[in-house]
């Protein structure tokens, strides 16, 4: 097994919306029926390299769009049992994917 | 090769219904497709049986009687009951037995199907970052295509407008009430463009043929209809699929492309041969990518198509005529015997309140599902 550093910007290939509250297990996510909010899914395109999904945060003016540019960004997913903080990836709008 | 024809079709509805097992449905398809048949269950010489919830679809032996038949069960996702077709066929082509039955049963509990990631060799964390979910797959699919085929989101509404137009014509379908596509529109959003009313629901019904080597097929019925194709096919590299923690740039066929292809070299067919079709309308989308990927147009002909009411029973390609997946539910194991089941009435002239005008000849059915497997079905008078 090789480790390959990917690109940390790309664009939206593809993307929807979660609006119900998955299944736990195998979520584990820490929201109840009551305090869930919708979020975004996509499929980031890395230039020549290839799509990763993830889940795409920071978009306050509207849906994500197919074609805009994003970037990596680190956020806390919830705490675990042993009161650790579980981290996770996602891809957010870069400054410029913002304005446009 | 030996021809092999369907010689009865059986069906217990599709729905809810509290209180009885998968195996009891199960059994009331095997009875109807039997007496449709006009043969006894000791007759049958060998079965296949396809479910997705029921460990052991054989154990329906019990309550048909202990002939002591071999009775194979087959699990292969959405396509299960292609599964069982394809090989209850062989079976008969290998020489191996005459008269077979092919069944499939499931009994879902409510909601959006679940599972382990790792059964999926997929990792732990895709499932706990909630990712590891279908339905949010089947709408990025659809996302792209329309972006890239210039389908509209009116598009979705009337594909789902059509499937519970023609459900309200089919005595046995889950939902038997027109919805309008506005409704549908402004219904629930679930991931979008996919609203409440695009997406099936998994829920209950069983559904069963009964096959035999095609040159006795005329002892027993005077209208066999004949298996022509019947092919598997699973995803290759490249191919976008559900359950892709990430995928490579350079896309390939779908799984469904593949079997179709398949299927009609198979059969000595092609798309303008066929009269009736039977397409994975997972969500109002799937029935839209499929139409295109079945070689029944070219991709983004689906907008001006639908527009047009091609796909409706009056047109001149209709798809779902029993209202498909979106009308009926997704029993797993039973949803692909079911398309067999309309295609055979739709040939035989049964369709009733849904019959598929100018005398059809060829049929034509899709499944396709997680994590990449597609089987396609044709069959002729």
Wanted: one cysteine or more.
């Amino acid at each position: 097994m090789e480790v390959v550093e990917l690109s940390p910007t790309g664009t939206v290939w593809t993307w929807t919306s979660q609006e119900f509250l998955p299944k736990a297990p195998p979520y584990a996510g820490e929201e109840t029926a009551e305090t869930f909010q919708p979020y975004y899914v996509g499929y980031v395109e890395l230039e020549g390299e290839l799509r990763v999904e993830s889940r795409l945060v920071g978009f306050a003016d509207g849906p994500p769009h197919i074609g805009q540019q994003v970037q990596t960004v680190v956020l806390r997913f919830r705490t675990d049992e042993e009161g650790r903080e579980v981290m996770t990836y996602a891809f957010a709008p870069t400054e410029e994917g913002v304005t446009k | 090769m030996t021809d092999v024809a369907i010689i009865g079709v059986g069906l217990h509805p599709f729905g809810r219904f509290p209180g009885k097992s998968a195996i009891e449905m199960g059994a009331d398809a095997i009875r109807a497709a039997l007496a449709d048949a006009g043969l006894q269950w000791r007759d049958v010489q060998f079965a296949f049986g396809g479910s997705y919830e029921v460990d052991n679809p054989d154990a329906v032996v019990n309550l048909l009687g202990l002939t002591g038949l071999p009775f194979t069960d087959v699990y292969n996702g959405c396509a299960t009951a292609a599964s069982a077709i394809s090989l209850a066929a062989q079976t008969i082509q290998l020489g191996a037995y005459d008269i077979g039955v092919a069944v499939g049963m499931d009994k879902h509990p409510v909601g959006a199907f679940s599972a382990d990631p790792v059964q999926y060799s997929l990792p732990s964390w895709y499932g706990e970052l909630g990712l590891f979910l279908t339905p949010k797959f089947f709408a990025m699919k659809i996302q792209r295509y329309m972006y890239d085929h210039g389908i509209t989101r009116q598009c979705l509404a009337a594909v789902a407008a059509k499937a519970y137009r023609n459900g309200a014509r089919n005595p046995n379908a889950f939902r038997k009430s027109p919805i309008p596509a506005e409704q549908i529109a402004e219904s629930r959003m679930v991931n979008d463009p996919l609203t409440q009313y695009m997406f099936c629901s998994p829920d209950e019904g069983a559904a069963a043929i009964v096959l035999c080597k095609a040159d006795i097929a005329h002892r027993f019925t005077p209208n066999p209809i004949f298996l022509r194709a019947s092919e598997v096919r699973t995803r290759r590299y490249g191919a976008f699929e559900v359950h892709s923690p990430s995928t490579p740039l350079q896309r390939g066929d779908a799984p469904t492309t593949d079997a179709s292809r398949a299927a009609y070299e198979r059969a000595g067919l092609g798309p303008e041969d066929v009269d009736v079709i039977q397409l994975q309308d997972t969500d109002a989308g799937a029935e839209i990518i499929h139409m295109a990927e079945n070689g029944f147009c070219k991709d983004g002909e689906q907008e001006q198509l639908i527009a047009d009411g091609a796909t409706g029973i009056d047109g001149p390609m209709p798809i779902n005529t029993d209202g498909g997946l979106l009308a009926n539910g997704e029993p797993i194991g039973a949803s692909g015997l079911r398309q067999v089941h309309e295609l055979v009435l739709q040939l035989r002239g049964d369709g009733g309140d849904r019959q598929v005008p100018g005398n059809p000849k060829v049929g034509y059915a899709q499944l396709y599902g997680a994590p990449g497997t597609a089987g396609v079905t044709i069959v002729s008078r």
